[in-house]
């Protein structure tokens, strides 16, 4: 059974640091691995998607790695703003997008 | 971009009702809908997958009669959370599945069951 699991459970950090959250998940057996954003009481953004054979994708200020091998993934996000401020989930596609979500990191940049 | 309309986003219900979740897709056919639900502080858990016109799939440990799901359309699918208890109390979310197989989410359900 896949299983992920994402370190930190929260982080808080200054405006302007650079940070990392990481996932990994039990099962090298994906489809892709997307991470989202999810907002109090809102529904998920998805912020980056990487597929089995790509090693990273990039969107403006994120950067996202996978290690499939590993069972590892990380989200850097650079210059960090206190809009930046969510839960940040990852999740893995098991097969016909049928995801395994991780319990996310809540991260709060404070300005 | 695509948009899934999800409603209500929040709803109180007293114990034993019924409480219906819907999920549309405003501007895209949605081949499939998936259901989740997310306890708090723990992550979102599938619960259950359906094709329009079909059955729908649940996953192991959820209720197929206590969540009735009907997806009657490619725009609209349903959960309805038959004779609801306190432990159903729950942040509940869906996911369309579009043609070109992209994901949208709505923006979810928080029930309170009292």
């Known amino acids: 059974k896949q299983e992920v699991t994402q370190i930190p459970a929260a982080l808080s950090v200054p405006e302007g640091e650079n940070l990392v959250l990481n996932c990994s998940f039990t099962?090298?057996?994906?489809?892709?691995l997307q991470w989202f954003r999810q907002d109090p009481g809102k529904g998920l953004t998805s912020l980056l998607l990487i597929q089995s054979s790509q090693r990273e994708q990039t969107s403006g200020r994120l950067n996202a790695s996978l290690d499939k091998s590993s069972g590892r993934s990380t989200l850097y996000i650079a210059a960090s703003q206190p809009g930046d401020s969510a839960t940040y989930l990852c999740a893995v596609d098991t097969g016909f997008q049928k995801l395994v979500f991780g319990t996310g990191t809540r991260l709060l940049v404070s300005p | 971009g695509a948009v899934v309309s999800q409603h209500p986003s929040r709803v109180i219900c007293k114990s034993g009702t019924s409480v219906k979740i819907e999920c549309r897709s405003l501007?895209?056919?949605?081949?499939?809908m998936f259901w989740y639900r997310q306890f708090p502080k723990q992550s979102l858990m599938l619960m259950a997958t359906?094709?329009?016109?079909?059955?729908?799939?649940?996953e192991q440990g959820v209720e197929k009669d206590k969540f009735l799901i009907n997806h009657a359309s490619l725009t609209l699918s349903t959960l309805t959370v038959t004779s609801a208890h306190p432990e159903d109390s729950s942040f509940y979310i869906c996911?369309?599945?579009?043609?070109?197989?992209?994901?949208?989410f709505g923006s979810g359900t928080q029930l309170s069951v009292l």
């Open positions: 359906s094709n329009e016109g079909s059955k729908a799939t649940y």
């Open positions: 996911s369309a599945r579009s043609w070109e197989e992209k994901l949208f």
């Open positions: 501007d895209f056919q949605a081949t499939t």
């Open positions: 099962d090298s057996a994906i489809y892709n």
